[in-house]
């Protein structure tokens, strides 16, 4: 079935550390993937994506690594600081029909707690 | 930028009511999607219009029915209300693969 899940619902660093979100999901059709983070509030924010012919994937700060043979993702984020503090969901993009539709199935959420 | 617009941004209704919600996506985004999300979830898609027609539909109650309009604007109409709606409903969209999602609506039903 579709399902994609997260290891640990929180997380809780320290400024200045590095912060691990993990993330398994179920559908090995699956070749699109993306880290939301969702702050208070607010609707989810893309962070970084990664395509299943990639196995890593580096922007400002954050780092998704694509494991596929296990069917793990986690996303790294550098030098966490006090702003990076959120709920991080791990989704995966799956596509429909003939009109290029798709849909996103989210993981659990993982909250992340930043400590000055 | 023009971000996904959404209102209204906070509903209270009572049960047994209906309630719109409406969805402006980012001007030529073409899909727009549908998601909720209750208190401490995950968001759950719902349904997803592309170019005006319905393209895809997750777990959506009968009592909810969606439609685009011609300006690609979206909403999300939602009927006999129960206590288990409360949620923030999300809409995003769409013009290739990265979804954009506006600042929700938050529905309370009393």
């Known amino acids: 079935g579709e399902s994609v899940g997260l290891h640990l619902p929180t997380l809780s660093v320290q400024e200045g550390d590095n912060s691990i979100i993990n993330c398994a999901y179920s559908?090995?059709?699956?070749?699109?993937f993306i880290w939301y983070k969702q702050e208070s509030g607010k609707g989810p924010q893309f962070i970084i994506d990664?395509?299943?012919?990639?196995d890593k994937r580096q922007g400002q700060r954050v780092t998704v690594l694509l494991n596929k043979t296990v069917k793990h993702l986690s996303l790294q984020i550098a030098a966490t600081q006090p702003g990076d503090s959120a709920v991080y969901f791990c989704?995966?993009?799956?596509?429909?029909?003939?009109?290029?539709?798709?849909?996103?199935?989210f993981g659990k959420g993982t909250k992340l707690t930043v400590n000055p | 930028a023009a971000g996904v617009i959404q209102s209204p941004r906070h509903l209270i209704k009572e049960k047994r009511e209906t309630a719109t919600l409406k969805c402006y996506p980012i001007?030529?985004?073409?899909?727009v999607y549908w998601y909720q999300q209750g208190p401490g979830q995950d968001p759950q898609f719902l349904i997803s219009?592309?170019?005006?027609?319905?393209?895809d539909k997750g777990s959506i109650p009968d009592r909810f029915s969606a439609q685009q309009f011609s300006d690609y604007h979206s909403e999300l109409n939602m009927s006999s209300l129960e206590l288990g709606d409360s949620a923030l409903y999300f809409c995003?969209?769409?013009?290739?693969?990265?979804?954009?999602f506006g600042p929700g609506t938050r529905l309370t039903v009393l």
């Open positions: 995003a969209s769409s013009k290739n693969n990265e979804q954009f």
């Open positions: 559908n090995s059709a699956s070749d699109y």
């Open positions: 990664i395509r299943s012919n990639m």
């Open positions: 989704a995966e993009n799956i596509e429909y029909g003939q009109g290029g539709s798709e849909k996103l199935v």
């Open positions: 001007p030529r985004h073409d899909t």
């Open positions: 219009f592309y170019e005006k027609m319905q393209s």
